[in-house]
């Protein structure tokens, strides 16, 4: 090779580092393929992406507070024509993501430095929270677009000392709380970059920026005059600005999960989730931390309004809001927290980016090190990530909701409890056509005025009771009501008074029409669906098709036998969902009623087993005393059939053993002093006695205790 072109090939790549597009280029290289490649084929299970997919298809209105930047952008971009609908939607998302990561370099690079604003922006957009959210027809990765478009527009140092950034500021925010509300965390950090520009004439400018503010927040008069028009989506129906403003400011929405954490006092569950966020801040950012506590010296040193700024995002929106969201630590309360994490994330990815400047300013060799520790950190953070973030196979809400759709006969109704289950029905529904004939019953909402107003527009037929009450004679004023008959998800809360059978992945409730014939034994799209979840939302509907095979197998055992068939799905079921105890229960039934009790006796010490884990989880979640409490009584259960199976082989210690294991778990089971009863008889009278005695004590009616009793007193 010519020894002049390799002396001029250093000059050559520092010339083409030193090209305004290179770094924003090489990002879009990598991250847009990667986001795009990953994105679900059609609708995620995630939280309430069924929902918004559905308001923004419809031009509707989704739950407080509406989020109408989003139904209406997304609704723009769902008008090109590019895939499925709910598929569009995910692209709009991850484009949302994409230039958040691109907007972040741009002001970490001008305030900082190219190379290290690329290496910050490379692990931001490879982060697993952010590449989950930039794939679901959802809101959160709009908002971090315009927290990172926020922090912009108040780091890059202006040509000169205007007030258009503080208007712009006060504009973007107001926009961006038209889509979420909790971008206001990110209000502090604004104003303390902002303050130079307007300390010399504050109330002035403060009052004028509240006029761009109310200008980009305006967007919410969307609501009422959408609702006005009765879309098919009209949560809470905000067309009368008393519901308006209930609507925006979230009064009317009293009943969401995420009002759990009043069960808890202030600050209870805050350790532990602070222990879970230290936990994504490693997977997240991995040995950039480091780079990360140097960018924080450095910022101290060099730039303490920039250092005040980014600790202020990060404490507020970071600590201080997991402190007062005191969210119990379970999966389910932790799926709902993890989008928030992203606007700490940040100030931490400003704080990398800082530090990576920093080291390497020390030396040519610092920056070199710097740089294969970011990089390394990079690689770290994608492969913790690479399998979750996966998800082009993921068919799972569009399935399900398919098959709960094909089991039920022609003009029923369908109650469902769960939002992913319900936003996935209502999503094949109302966007995909699927089974228009179907009335689908939100369970939660059934006794909500707006909702049962908004019901009767579509199915003028459709006689809603309260479901969410708990009472029997709802339920049954609401089948009598409706003629195409009346079923349930797996999900729904019925009253056990309330007759049911299995009907595919549904509970057919008040059978009553012979002529239907049996319920449906196949489950359309299981085949696909598989065990290899993601995250919380995906394993729920795992649980749902374990549930319904689960059903399908205790109610054929009721009826006099269970078929090798649905032995099968009760094993498909323990797959489906290793943690359902009942699933292995009812198999030992199988197996008791064959006389099989080495077989019985493994299933029920399965079952067992599967409490003392959950008994353990709920300790380890802060679960409520009522949650806890119903393990141990189920609990008793397991421990009281395996003792029958270990006395019927003949190891009567053992048996012992399980029956007291039994009574410790639930006190009040009068058949585990039953039990012990039969198994000390003819061989310790005393102990007899006193076990038949405190049966009777705990069930008065328990007739064969009494009539045992009768004979151990005569003796």
Known sequence: MDPKIIADAPAHKEKIFEKAWFFP??????????????????????????????AAWTLGIAHQPGYPLYIISAKLFSLIP?????????????????????????????????????????????????????????????????????????????????RAPVYLAAFLLGLGMTNRMDLLLALPAVLILLWPRMKAQWPAILLSSAGFFFLGFSLYLYLL?????????DWSHPAELKTFLAVITRKSYGSTLDLISQNYAAGELFLPNLKYYAAHLWQNFSLALLAAAAGIYGEWKTSRRRFFSLAALFLISGPLFLFTANMPPNP????????????????????????????????????????????????????GGAHGSLRRSLFAAEDFASDAMLSAPAGAAIVVKKDVQLFSLWYMQSVK????????????LSGAPWYRSSARLRNPDLALSNL???????????????????????????????????????????????????????????????????????????????QALTAAGAAEGRAGGLAAERLAGLRLARLLDPDMPDTPLFEGFYYSARGDWE????????????????LALALKYRSLPAVRQGLLVSSAYAWLNYG?????????????????????????????????????????????????ERTLRLDPAHAQAARYLAAVKNR
């Open 468 to 546: 969410n009450s708990g009472e029997a004679a709802d339920w049954a004023a609401f089948a009598s009501a409706n003629a195409g008959g009346l079923f349930a998800t797996m999900d729904a809360e019925v009253p056990r008074s309330v007759p049911a059978r299995p009907y595919g992945v549904l509970n057919e409730l008040y059978p009553a029409d012979p002529a239907r014939g049996p319920a449906p034994r196949a489950y359309y799209s299981l085949g696909r669906f598989g065990t290899d979840y993601h995250d919380f939302f995906d394993k729920d509907l795992g649980t749902s098709y374990a």
């Open 332 to 383: 389910h309360a932790l799926a709902i927290v993890e989008p928030y994490y992203l606007l700490p994330d940040l100030a931490l990815a400003f704080w990398t980016a800082a530090g990576l400047r920093y080291l390497s300013a020390f030396s040519r060799a610092a920056a070199y090190a710097a740089a294969l520790a970011a990089l390394v950190a990079a690689g770290a953070v994608f492969q």
């Open 433 to 444: 056509g699927l089974r228009p004939d179907l009335k689908i019953v939100a369970q939660g």
């Open 25 to 54: 280029a090489l990002l879009a290289l990598i991250l847009a393929p990667l986001y795009i490649y990953c994105l679900p084929p059609g609708l995620p299970p995630y939280r309430d992406a069924g929902e918004m997919a559905c």
């Open 644 to 692: 029958v199976a270990l006395e019927k082989s003949g190891n009567r210690d053992g048996a012992e053993r399980a029956y007291v294991e039994a009574q410790a778990k639930n006190p009040a089971l009068p058949d585990a002093h039953y039990n012990l009863a039969i198994l000390y008889w003819n061989r310790d009278w005393s102990r007899v006695r006193s076990e038949l």
């Open 82 to 162: 590019l895939g499925n609908p709910a598929w569009r939607l995910n692209v709009f998302s991850a484009l949302a993501g994409l230039a958040a990561v691109g907007i972040f370099w741009r002001f970490a690079a001008r305030t900082l430095s190219p190379s290290a604003a690329f290496f910050a922006a490379l692990l931001l957009g490879l982060n697993f929270t952010l590449r989950t959210v930039s794939g679901v027809p959802e809101m959160y990765a709009l908002n971090f677009l315009f927290a990172t478009l926020l922090l912009a527009v108040a780091l890059i140092p202006g040509e000169t000392p205007g």
């Open 599 to 614: 077989q019985a006796g493994a299933c029920f010490l399965e079952s067992a087993r599967i409490y003392e884990r959950l």
């Open 225 to 233: 005059l959408r609702s006005a028009g009765n879309p098919l989506f």
